[in-house]
């Protein structure tokens, strides 16, 4: 971790419970996010990472027969509080997907689709914003030829980079990634994560992965999680090197998961 | 079963299948051996073009039913696109699946009403309405295509949705959480996926309105006429044949069939126009 940095929350999660109908998926999550940092979500398939990083961006209020009690505090303030524009909510915690999900629109549809929803009309004003996020994401000069090509014929490394884009044009703080590399080979998987490695600098980064030498090479923060709870959450170099907790000792050196 | 066995069975139910598809096409083949030479003996220049349509001095210009087949269809679409494509809409989108699976079932029961239950509340509600609000005779092209256009929602409201379903979920999620609203991922995303879907349903639903016949021989008044107002009373391709095919002969007969091809061909082209276009899944701009 660079020293430089001001350590501090951005988010922070207090006793949350998270039910599908009658089952219960996370049990009184408790842990705060570092601002500018990488943190890493780990556990075992089923545990609730996915549904914990969908609460962080409230996207886990489209599942019919979601209740959540407890607290996420973005910045200071109840994301589940009444007075919360959900839509703003999305543009400032932004979330990638595990299958790359580009529309069915063309390159440049897709990285301004976020500003037209914002209501940005300026043709300059998505011209440069729609460069900016590119060569953010490193795409500009492959891409900058095909702009009005269909985004569905690109390779799939490029279409995630694709979506990284079009979230980085509506200038969220967070980033939320769900196993982003996991339909991916190793080459493109290394440049996605070269890249996590570059936004830290501009954003906070929260990335599920099932990948464990992923975690580790990636992320400051890990959370593990189990059936549901948090089983331990520390700088990613102390849970690799020496985990506080026994599951997390026995899920790190694969005895499961 | 036990009595054909195995390859019994597939043997029979090709041959089912092989007597339906060839009685069809037989169908064809008869229209059009019935129909071709007239349109070759009369001209079809002055069969298509010619409004003057006078089966007992010999004259057989179709162009007054074109036209009316063309504007009763215009004005079905009209009424009935926007409202079918606006509602498959609603339903599919905006409305919980449980309440979808109930609603769209019933929908689709509608078009299984015999259309002269259409014809017959077009006679005895609308054309009394019409003729009450705006005059005329009341049995009118706007009459035809007001009950034309409630007749095809069903298709388009049912394919438009089956179409919007097909737009994966995780496109949707994808403009969710860019922070668009549901209306603006609707306006924005939904509807452009499935916009191939969409302008299918609408073009059956065109397929539907030439070819639907016993609602508007109730509804239209049949006059045969070039019409210059909606409220005018027209005949159409369809309930032409259908109102002179019983004592027509000779010439007058084989003009008839010669109408069956003209409609036959549109059809055609419009369907395989909406085949091509559901295939096409996902457009991309
Ligand atoms: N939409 C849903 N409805 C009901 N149960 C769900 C739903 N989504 C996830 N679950 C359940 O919640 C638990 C956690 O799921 P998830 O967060 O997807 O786990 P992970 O991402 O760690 O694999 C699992 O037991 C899963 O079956
Ligand atoms: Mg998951």
């Known amino acids: 971790m660079e020293e430089s940095k001001k350590v501090h929350d951005i988010i922070d999660i207090k006793n949350l419970d998270l039910y599908y109908g009658q089952f219960q998926a996370l049990k009184s999550i408790s842990m705060s996010i570092q601002h500018k940092m990488i943190t890493a979500l780990i556990g075992p398939s089923g545990c609730g990472k996915s549904t914990l990083l969908r609460s962080l961006n409230r996207m886990n209020d489209l599942i019919r027969g979601v209740r959540i009690t407890g607290q996420v505090l973005l910045d200071g303030k109840d994301i589940y509080n009444s007075g919360m524009e959900i839509t703003e909510l999305r543009k400032t915690v932004g979330m990638v997907f595990q299958r790359p999900n580009p529309f069915p629109l063309s390159i440049y549809d897709n990285v301004v689709y976020g500003l037209r929803v914002a209501g940005v009309k300026s043709k300059s004003q998505l011209d440069e914003i729609m460069e900016w996020s590119l060569r953010s994401a490193w795409l500009w000069d492959q891409l900058k030829d095909k702009l009005h090509h269909p985004a569905l014929q690109l390779p799939l490394d490029q279409q995630q980079r694709l979506c990284i884009a079009r979230l980085l044009a509506v200038k969220p703080e967070v980033i939320l990634m769900d196993e982003p590399c996991s339909a991916l080979d190793p080459i493109s998987t290394s440049k996605v994560e070269d890249l996590m490695h570059e936004l830290k600098k501009d954003y906070t980064i929260v990335i599920v992965t099932h990948n464990m030498q992923q975690a580790s090479r990636v992320s400051d923060y890990t959370a593990f999680y189990y059936i549901g709870n948090l089983i331990e959450y520390a700088d990613t170099k102390k849970i690799f090197t020496a985990p506080g907790v026994k599951q997390t000792e026995d899920y790190i050196s694969g005895r499961f998961g | ?285």
């Not at chain 2, 298509?48 to 057989?60: E, I, M, T, V």
């Open chain 2, 1 to 285: 079963m036990k009595l054909l066995g195995e390859k019994g069975v597939e043997r029979l139910l090709s041959v089912v299948a092989f007597s339906a598809i060839s009685a069809l096409g037989l169908i064809a083949v008869f229209i059009f051996i019935e129909g071709l030479p007239f349109l070759f003996k009369y001209g079809i220049k002055d069969f298509l073009l010619s409004s003057d349509w006078r089966p007992d001095a010999g004259k057989f210009g179709i162009y007054p039913m074109i036209a009316a087949s063309f504007w009763v269809m215009l004005g079905a679409m009209l009424i009935g696109a926007p409202l079918g494509i606006a509602g498959a809409i609603f339903l599919a989108e905006f409305v919980p699946k449980t309440v979808m699976n109930i609603i769209k079932p019933a929908i689709e029961l509608l078009a299984a009403i015999p259309s002269v239950i259409y014809g017959f509340i077009g006679v005895v509600v609308l054309a009394p309405v019409i003729r009450d609000l705006f005059g005329g005779p009341g049995l009118s092209l706007l009459a035809g295509a007001i009950i034309l256009g409630i007749m095809i929602m069903p298709t388009v409201i049912s394919i438009s949705i089956d179409s919007l379903l097909a737009v994966p979920v995780s496109f949707r999620e994808g403009s969710l959480a860019l922070g668009a609203t549901k209306w603006q991922t609707v306006h924005m995303l939904t509807t452009k996926a499935a916009k191939s879907g969409i302008v299918a349903s609408i073009i059956l639903g065109m397929g539907r309105a030439i070819g639907e016949t016993m609602a508007v021989i109730m509804v239209t008044g049949n006059s045969v006429m070039i019409p210059h107002s909606p409220l005018e009373s027209v005949r159409t391709l369809t309930a032409n044949i259908a109102l002179e095919m019983s004592y027509a002969i000779g010439m007058h007969r084989e003009a008839l069939f010669a109408t069956g091809v003209v409609l036959f061909i549109v059809i055609i082209i419009l369907n395989s126009i909406a085949s091509v276009a559901i295939r096409k899944k996902v457009i991309v701009k």
